[in-house]
């Protein structure tokens, strides 16, 4: 598309644009430009009474809540399964909705970084989210290794600022032998990079290895095909781009060939033990032949109440949409932005071409970085600033218009 760069055509965009409509079920931030989706997502509407509804039920049954309830709390986790799998490209039986991001993150690590004298090393980003980054580092540590010897952290060619495919692959080819575990973020937080998941964990298991990915930046942004690229596991937040609130809950996938092998070291539940047989409080743990084997403990009913309602917007946008939508809103902010950095004042880090990022920005400053972040919170753009010298901004297609997009760059150019 030819973009123009007024505010007559960004409001034809969003008179052509067939999300529009889900606007309207977002709180918006009155007189603000909300661009902060890659941090929090903004409130659904719907949030407050379907959270509403569980209070209510817990008011008037009690425990009996767990059977008798609208939504029954005993298998409150299942509301979310089919929606869930269909979001990130899964079948029912490989995703489950349980615990935050980082928990999930070391309970899979339990099942699938078991190092042994010769297969120890890790493959990362290098710069990834501190919360992999320690993960990744516990765990060497945990299982009595050097962090220093065990993490190989892949970084751009010298002048570039996002990873090579071919280098990654070349990375993992070159510690075949040694190699246990591929574990990257779906799209790096600081540059918006999205990664060739499919050819990582491809070349991963020719190496003889796990891939796992970190989908905080990916879920809800990406359009996934977990199941059909192989994955081995994967796991989220819901708080970004999902919009299930602060600390809202996190969803897992495990590829149903690993799902299904109990024989598979975890750490045991009593939710993750066999459906069946949970009930006669048995001893011996005897894990689900599912994802739903990792549970630890029941459903965390608040959270998944308003994780729930935002599934259910997203199953009625549909992820190839929302998708088509994000690839033309970023391209028209990155068009605009560069139509108003006359003076060249910033970078941007992200790669240029659509399938290679998510819907964000980042804005590289080398001065006067945070003095325009500030600058734009005056002038009502909430945008994100990562250190040392980076604004991020984070276009999410269910809620932000292409008039919005207009409005932040005049704001840039007033900057």
Known sequence: MVFQN????????????SLSHFRNEFHLIEGKIYLCGNSLGLQPKAARAAVEQEFFDWQTFGVEGHFDGKNPWFHYHKFLTQKTANMVGALPQEVVVMNNLTVNLHLLMVSFYRPTATRYKIIMEGGAFP??????ETQARFHGLDPDKAIIELMPREGEYTLRTEDIIKTIEENADSLALVMMGGVNYYTGQAFDMKAITEAAHKAGAYAGFDLAHAAGNLLLQLHAWNVDFACWCTYKYLNSGPGG?????????????????????WWGHDEATRFKMLKGFKPTSTAE????SNAQVFPMAIHNVSLEMFERAGMSNIRAKSE????????LLNEVDTKKQFEIITPKNAEDRGCQLSLLFAQNGRATFDKLLENNVIADWREPNVLRMGPAPLYN??????????AMKSV
């Not at 007024?6 to 644009?17: C, G, H, K, P, Y």
């Not at 919360?131 to 990744?136: H, K, P, R, V």
């Not at 084997?293 to 630890?296: K, M, P, S």
């Open 328 to 335: 033309l809103l970023t391209g028209f902010l990155e068009f």
């Open 249 to 269: 809950t996190s969803g897992v996938f495990i590829h149903e060939r690993n799902a299904s092998d109990t024989t598979i070291p975890r750490f045991g539940g």
């Open 293 to 296: 084997g990792w549970q630890l």
């Open 6 to 17: 007024s505010l007559e055509f960004a409001r034809q965009l969003d008179a052509l644009d």
């Open 131 to 136: 919360s992999d980054q320690y993960a990744m």
């Open 401 to 410: 218009s292409f008039e919005d997009m207009w409005h932040t760059a005049q």
